[in-house]
């Protein structure tokens, strides 16, 4: 088979298996984890091999035009080069992993079949995203993964937090996605096409006549989709969806799709300055706030869901500074370690019966009942934490590498602000990174006080892929650095030595800190107890976790933090810490100024509906209301009446015939 | 004769039979006013039959004849309609027809005498009923 | 309006034809007969329907009858006179006094002869007058019926016609009114008494103490 063949194969088969799956969901039951796992894997040794073949060589194009669609044409245009490849190759890895880790993590779940078939739509229309080479395709895939990831968030739909977190993600990125629609129309409409070698051309060409108001408005959807601020707050509470599905959606999939998509359009964002700049802007605040929001969490989710946010803020910033391979290696290595996370605190939710790590604080034992977990998450919170040779060091310093590189007077592709500020707010963020992990470890693993329920060992196939995506998250970086450029641009990935020393230094001395802050705090622990544990240990992983996504609120206050004092965020963090644990209250000023209007104006319409409409409606009824009475007060049941009113009736027709008749 | 004194005549009784049928409340005196209008039509009958005889050469007397059988009609007419009041004031102890008002808006087949209990109706023919039934 | 249009254009003919006809202001001695005797029907006829003893409804109707009885004999229509005597003074008035007498009319002045419809119907009845006078007169006002010669309505001349043009017309009302002789005998009779077939009166008086009956038992409902 052509590569072209084996790349349509790729997305396709996900898709076929989620549209069996959720044919034969309710008939047959039993071919759901077969129809589940089976497509995901060999779309990641399709995607493989198609790696394999393109080689990082010269980007593999083929387009058919089903049908003439007006003055644009809308094609089936596939892609390939180096990022979309290796993109692909992520996706795959990590979609398979979630795959059979939700077998075992799901296994009682009577919801599956759909679910499954769900995480494998969502699988295939990031593939779609990826390969394709024509971007009305790729909003196709775009919109579908948004779909997707609603229904997959409200999975536990029994409880109110799964119901508000998955309206909210669609909301939050449906209000991206209209500027991203119009800025694709605006776009096409310059370019004369939408095939992204075309639109590369013509950018290449300066056909593009309003770059920066074309890539503002693609930033407003790729905020929403790659949860940069301001759009991000739909990720926190995502987390009340199930872990494999935060794990796809955080690792590899909808969150990538928004860095992937600028990362393949960068020349047109680089033909702005303002964009430029705004990028940066956009990648320092996001990846600051949410690290200091981390730092805040008590939902050991929501902790790792805000670090993705910074995450991604190191890859925007990445492309802020014009090299999207740094960008796309960041992508990469995140992919593999920030799925692990998720799937590891998966298990370790599961063991402890709680997601608060103020509770697991205060259980001694929880590495020995889940060692698995507790090895695997150590390297990818050393990976995260960017620690030599984990392979988040290398790609985060490619990162910070590049900036300086724009710093130090390369400003060819990118203005020296966005480099200066990348780089300040990369080196804070690397601080508080490696603070909330070192925190996030230490309290869900050498916490105290009550023994660790035990609940025997995990199932194998949620055990079994936290080791296989080890192995990348330790390794990948290190041996990715030196091959990679030549996949991407050509630009060198090998750390430099300042940021490599600045960097590692900042995250030692964040971790340093930490640690001696917990010390400090953690004699508070037994003094004030806290800690709710899900009612059925012996249910099935998933279940666990939504009992405990459900007790956090009555049993600590809120859904995102917990009042403990033995937590050392608490006193990093100081006064910021209130502001902190809330997203920076981000989510009032959302309520402030766009769901209080709209709430007024719905409001405002119904009384309009109510009070004005419906008085007119009401005052059209009356009138047949009164001409009924008036008939019926006509109908009094006497003869006489009616022959009276037949015959008045025919004297006055019988006077107007005559009239008629004689010309009168 | 001048053809105006039997036609205006049998207008004039005509409409008296059609005040007697409105205005009458007993059933056999709205039959009696039907009797005369039908005496009004024969009259004009019998008026035109005589002109057309003469004038047009009729040698049909097909008014006389039409005059005869609406003579014989109103017969069997004033036959069946007393048998009807008959069997209308064995059921209903009237013959009255302005008391039977069963296709009135809002009646109750089942009760006519307790029209006023029935269900809460337009107040005039209810009102009425309950009078003209009390 | 066709066949006023017609009349109008028929008696426009006889303008012609009968040029010397004489005027309404001085009438023929047959034409104040009818008028005398008009008026008396008109008057008997008004009193019919308006007097409130229903029993003197029923007589004063007989002299409207027999009036038009006689303005038939001055139409020169003799044998329809007869007729009229026979079957509507003799037999329908008859009738209608039974019916009276079966529903327990009232003896003497009922104040309520008259149902609350009556301005109405005095409304209707005067329009339509006006409306069919107005027509009549205006189309026949100068049509003159020539009374002379061979008699029109002769016993003979309408027998003979009856039976040589109308004999089918004839037998088919035969036969409708066979069908209203026995319909009267299924209205009137009892719900269960079938006795005394034909006997339309005896069936009406059988019906009688039905209606008495019925009527104690109302009032032994109240």
């Known amino acids: 088979m052509t590569t072209t063949t084996l790349a349509v194969l790729v997305p396709l088969l996900p898709f076929l298996g989620a549209l069996a799956g959720l044919l034969l969901g309710r008939t047959a039951p039993g071919f759901a984890r077969p129809l589940a796992v089976l497509p995901t894997l060999a779309s990641l040794a399709l995607a493989a091999t198609v790696a394999a073949r393109q080689g990082g060589g010269g980007p593999v194009d083929a387009a058919s035009e089903l049908t003439p669609t007006g003055s644009v044409p809308i094609e089936l245009a596939l892609h390939i080069d180096g990022f979309a490849a290796l993109t692909a190759v992520v996706v795959g890895t990590v979609a398979t992993c979630v795959q059979i880790y939700s077998t075992g993590y799901l296994r009682d779940d009577p919801r599956y079949p759909s679910y499954a078939a769900l995480v494998s739509l969502f699988t295939s229309a990031m593939l779609l995203v990826v390969y394709t080479g024509d971007l009305m395709v790729l909003l196709v895939g775009w919109e579908v993964m948004g779909i997707c990831s609603y229904f997959l968030v409200g999975h536990y ?240 310093e490619a990162v910070l590498g590049v900036a300086e590189h724009v710093v130090t007077g390369h400003t060819e592709h990118a203005p020296a602000a966005a480099g200066w500020i990348v780089l300040l707010a990369g080196l804070l963020t690397a601080l508080l990174t490696a603070a909330y992990a070192t925190r996030l470890w230490l309290l869900a693993f050498r916490g105290s006080g009550t023994e660790a329920p035990d609940h025997g060992r995990q199932p194998l196939t949620m055990t079994t892929v936290l080791w296989v995506l080890a192995v990348p998250s330790l390794a990948f970086g290190g041996f990715a650095f030196r091959a990679l450029p030549d996949w991407f641009d050509g630009h060198d990935l090998t750390p430099t030595l300042t940021t490599s020393v600045l960097g590692t230094g900042v995250a030692l001395v964040g971790g340093i800190v930490t640690y001696a802050t917990w010390r400090h705090t953690t004699a508070y622990a037994a003094r004030v107890p806290l800690g709710a544990v899900a009612a059925h240990p012996e249910a099935d992983a998933g279940q666990v976790e939504a009992e405990a996504i459900a007790s956090h609120e009555p049993a600590y206050g809120d859904v995102a933090h917990a009042a403990d004092p033995a937590d050392p965020g608490r006193l990093l963090l100081g006064r910021l810490h209130r502001h902190a644990a809330v997203g920076f209250h981000l989510d009032a000023v959302y309520s402030a100024l766009f769901v209080r209007p709209v709430r007024a104006g719905a409001s405002l319409v119904r009384f309009l509906d109510r009070e004005v409409v419906d008085t007119y409606v009401r005052g059209a009824g009356t009138l047949p209301r009164w001409l009924g009475a008036a008939v019926r007060r006509a109908q009094t049941g006497n003869l006489q009446t009616y022959v009276s009113a037949l015959l008045a009736g025919t004297v006055v027709l019988a006077v107007a015939a005559v009239l008629v008749a004689t010309g009168a | 004769m001048h053809l105006a004194y039997p036609a205006v005549l049998a207008a004039l009784l005509f409409c008296t039979g059609l005040y007697g049928v409105l205005a009458r409340r007993n059933a056999i005196l709205v039959l009696m006013s039907v009797e005369l209008m039908l005496n009004a039509v024969n009259l004009n009958l019998v008026a035109f039959d005589a002109w057309l005889s003469r004038v047009a050469e009729d040698t049909l007397h097909s008014g006389q004849a039409l005059a005869l059988f609406t003579i014989a009609i109103a017969a069997a007419e004033i036959g069946i309609g007393l048998a009807i009041v008959l069997a209308v004031y064995r059921n209903r102890g009237t013959s009255d027809i302005d008391r039977l008002r069963d296709t009135a808006e809002g009646h109750d087949p089942d009760d006519p005498d307790s029209d006023a209990t029935g269900r809460a109706l337009p107040a005039p023919a209810a009102g009425e009923k309950a009078e003209a039934t009390a | 309006m066709s066949t006023a249009a017609t009349a109008g254009a028929l008696a426009a003919g006889t303008v012609h034809r009968a040029a010397g006809s004489p005027g309404f202001l001085s009438p023929t001695g047959v034409e104040i007969a009818f008028l005398l005797v008009g008026l008396v029907t008109l008057g008997a006829a008004v009193v019919t329907v308006t007097t409130r003893q229903l029993v003197h409804a029923a007589l004063w109707l007989v002299v409207a009858l027999g009036g038009l009885a006689v303005e038939y004999l001055l139409l020169t229509a003799e044998f329809i006179a007869w007729v009229q005597v026979l079957i509507y003074v003799g037999s329908v008035v008859v009738l209608l006094l039974f019916g009276l007498m079966l529903t327990r009319a009232p003896i003497g002045r009922s104040p309520d002869a008259d149902s609350g419809n009556r301005w109405v119907a005095l409304a209707v009845a005067v329009a339509a007058a006006a409306a069919l006078v107005w027509v009549v007169v205006d189309a026949f006002r100068t049509t003159w019926i020539d009374l002379d010669g061979a008699p029109s309505g002769t016993t003979e001349v309408t027998g003979a016609g009856l039976f040589q043009h109308w004999v089918l017309p004839f037998e088919a009302l035969s036969v409708l009114l066979l069908a209203a002789l026995v319909g009267a005998i299924v209205l009137s009779r009892k719900a269960k008494a079938g006795s005394e077939p034909g006997a339309k009166d005896a069936a009406a008086s059988g019906t009688a103490t039905g209606a008495s009956r019925t009527r104690r038992d109302q009032e032994g409902t109240r």
């Not at chain 1, 990846?287 to 190191?314: E, H, P």
Request: charged fraction near 10%.
């Open chain 1, 157 to 396: 739909w029994e409880t109110p937090e799964a119901r508000a977190a998955s309206l909210k993600a669609f909301l939050v990125t449906k209000l991206g996605d209209v500027p991203f629609l119009i800025g694709l129309f605006a776009l096409a409409a310059d370019a004369g096409s939408f095939r992204i070698t075309r639109i590369l051309g013509a950018v290449a060409h300066g056909g593009i006549d309003h770059p920066t108001l074309i890539s503002l408005l693609l930033l407003a959807g790729v905020a929403g989709k790659s949860a940069q601020f301001p759009l991000h707050t739909w990720l926190p509470d995502a987390m009340a969806g199930p872990t494999p599905v935060s794990a796809l959606i955080h690792a590899a999939t909808m969150v990538a799709a928004g860095v992937y998509f600028v990362a393949r359009l960068l020349p047109l964002f680089e033909a702005s300055q303002a964009a430029m700049t705004v990028l940066a802007v956009m990648a320092a605040v996001t990846m600051t706030g949410s690290a200091l929001a981390a730092l805040a969490q008590d939902d050991i989710k929501r902790v790792l869901a805000y670090s993705t946010i910074g995450q991604l803020g190191y890859m925007t910033g990445a492309l802020a500074v014009a090299d999207r391979g740094a960008a796309v290696f960041h992508l990469l290595s995140h992919g593999a370690f920030k799925a692990l996370l998720f799937l590891a605190a998966g298990v370790v939710i599961h063991a402890a019966g709680t997601n608060s790590l103020a509770a697991m604080s205060r259980m001694s034992h929880l590495r020995d009942r889940v060692p698995d977990a507790y090895w695997t998450m150590t390297v990818a919170l050393l990976a995260l934490a960017a620690i030599p040779p984990f392979s988040g060091f290398f790609s985060k």
